[in-house]
Every structure is written in C-alpha cells, then in structure tokens.
C-alpha cells in the first residue's frame, strides 16, 4: 500500500502562483509513475501532467503546458507540481495518483494509489 497526501492548495489571483505538493509513504514509492489530476465543479476528472519514477520523462496536458511543471524528490518521496499564470479556469480539486508505469499514470483508470485531493481556487 502507498498512502498519498497532497497540500499546498489555497486561493490566489488569476496570474499568480502555486505549489503543490504529494507525500507518499507506506511501500517503496519511488518506484512508481506519478500524476496529478484535477477536478473542477460539475466536470469529470482530467490528467494534468505525469513524470516518471526517474524524473526523466515528463508530459502535460495542453491546457498546462509552459505554466505548470510537475517534479520530483524521491529521497523524500514527493512529488511536486509548480503552477505559474494560474488561470480561473484552473479552479479545481487537484488530485496526485500512482501508477506502475507512465504510461498507466496518465489514465485514471489505471493509477493504482490516490490521493484525498487539495482544491486550488483562483479568482479573476
């Protein structure tokens, strides 16, 4: 079992910025594939950006990219995801997900260990 916890969330204006953090802890998390996703009112849950267990491969969605960077400390099993130019429409219940490989990081049915979600809100 892998137990994640995110913080880091808040209120901020539109252009500013935040940075989220996702602890895990419980059995060897460095080993996995990790994801954030995010959930705004009334909409289905969205992938947001992904990074490999090494650090070394990266993707975002299109609505994040060059605002948002998604990285790493393995040493203390966290995962970090940095967003710039914060949007309204980046309004959303954020969520950090684990996943065997990349590649089943970036689809929630596939991620494996879920976080409880960190809501950001960003006012116009």
């Known amino acids: 079992q892998v137990q994640l916890v995110e913080s880091g969330g808040g209120l901020v204006q539109a252009g500013g910025s935040l940075r989220l953090s996702c602890a895990a802890s419980g059995r060897t998390s460095s080993n996995y594939a990790m994801s954030w996703f995010r959930q705004a009112p009334g909409k289905e849950r969205e992938f947001v950006a992904t990074?490999?267990?090494?650090?070394?491969?990266?993707y975002y969605a299109d609505p994040v990219k060059g605002r948002f960077t998604i990285s790493r400390d393995n040493a203390k099993n966290t995962v970090y995801l940095q967003m710039n130019s914060l949007k309204p429409e980046d309004t959303a219940v954020y969520y950090c997900a684990a996943a065997a490989t990349i590649a089943q990081a970036m689809a929630i049915k596939t991620c494996t260990y879920w976080g409880q979600g960190t809501q950001v809100t960003v006012s116009s």
């Open positions: 990074i490999s267990w090494t650090g070394g491969t990266t």
